[in-house]
């Protein structure tokens, strides 16, 4: 059950004084009643009343003064008062509105009038009152969103800290990782320049574009803005160029087509469908034309419904039928094989007009 509201009356005149109190105690309101400004002012320091009745004409310190005095602190300002006066005098009135008064009666005043002016004011800081706890209760919200936004801003900044230090330590690991692969196929070429037996001389070239097959894939992941994938149909356009130019192949009798979706790949896969694509065309180069018979190579590259379909297709001499790819002794091919298993793929041949190799994975 809520406390009754207490209010002060203030008057110099004891039957005023023992009137009022009577009629605001029959409303159910506590109050407490003092005759002069200053126990006002004392009255109030210790127990802060709802809302004050205040006499203008008293000895000491009139209703003005107390009223000047309780608007000047923070504690006191918001008290409502109400100045009763036993005169009705204009100036009298602006004076109190002035000082911050929210009302004033005349003296003699109308019970019910008093009473309804007195509900109509309690209700009115009651109003004020909570609109203050929901201001500040908004504005606690509002420090309490504001520190968790900097908070999140903070986590923010330090995970965004965190992911560049993880971006700049992949390339560094892609950078050092291509460069060694460099240095291995650098050191192939250097030896297989003391190689004089040609089939040995050939053994070392196939080494060497394996190396930089998989060299280039570091390559393209350290410009990759993800660091995580690349753009395989550009990375076959490129290493096709670079096995062109190694097997010294003249474009007027051997022309390459490339049709390539845009295919991105993560490393477990495009290294070994990397070291597929150059033993595949390597074998074309080699064999496919020999005494610069004319043809042309495709390659395909395709994605759909999540399966990847690549197709390296010569219209060449054609591998002989007798033949068994999936069971040859030749290097090449049985790593075609192991890195199509990896892939967990399958592959087809087509021998008709050339040789086509078809491998489908996930």
């Known amino acids: 059950m809520n406390s009754p509201e207490t209010i002060l009356i203030v008057d110099d005149t004891l039957e005023v004084l023992i009137l009022l109190t009577s009629m605001v105690e029959s409303e159910g309101y506590l109050v407490h009643s003092t005759v002069d400004g200053e126990s006002a002012l004392a009255a109030i320091a210790l127990d802060r009343p709802e809302l004050i009745l205040l006499d203008i004409r008293m000895p000491g310190l009139d209703g003005f003064e107390v009223c000047r005095r309780l608007k000047q602190k923070e504690e006191t300002r918001n008290i409502p008062i109400i100045f009763i006066s036993g005169l009705n005098e204009v100036n009298e009135r602006v004076e109190g509105l002035k000082l911050g008064a929210v009302d004033f009666v005349t003296k003699p005043f109308k019970r019910e009038e008093l009473l309804v002016r007195i509900r109509t004011h ?18 606690t919200a509002n420090d309490q969103l504001q520190k968790e936004v900097f908070e999140r801003k903070q986590a923010e900044e330090s995970l965004r800290g965190s992911l560049r230090e993880k971006e700049i330590l992949l390339k560094e690991i892609h950078h050092r990782v291509k460069n ?32 930089k097959s998989m060299s280039m894939v570091h390559t393209k992941l350290y410009q990759s803005k993800d660091l995580a994938r690349i753009d395989f149909g550009a990375y076959i356009k490129e290493l096709a160029n670079d096995l062109f130019l190694a097997y010294r192949v003249n474009p007027e009798w051997v022309s390459l087509s490339t049709h390539t979706d845009q295919v991105d790949l993560d490393i477990n896969k495009a290294i070994p469908l990397g070291l597929v694509v150059n033993e595949l065309l390597s074998n074309s180069l080699k064999y496919a034309f020999p005494k610069e018979k004319k043809g042309i190579i495709e390659i395909l590259l395709q994605s759909e419904n999540g399966r990847i379909t690549l197709k390296v297709k010569d219209n060449g001499v054609g591998m002989a039928k007798e033949l068994d790819f999936s069971n040859t002794k030749t290097l090449g091919l049985q790593l075609v094989m192991a890195l199509v298993q990896q892939l967990k793929g399958i592959i087809e041949v087509q021998r008709d007009q050339g040789t086509e190799f078809l491998i489908r994975f996930s």
């Open 180 to 211: 060694n692969l460099a240095v291995i196929g650098s050191i192939l070429s250097l030896q297989s320049q003391h190689v004089r037996d040609e089939k040995s001389l050939e053994i070392f070239r196939e080494c060497e574009n394996r190396v």
């Open 122 to 139: 309690l209700d009115l800081r009651r109003l004020h009152v909570r609109l203050e706890q929901q201001a500040d209760d908004l504005r």
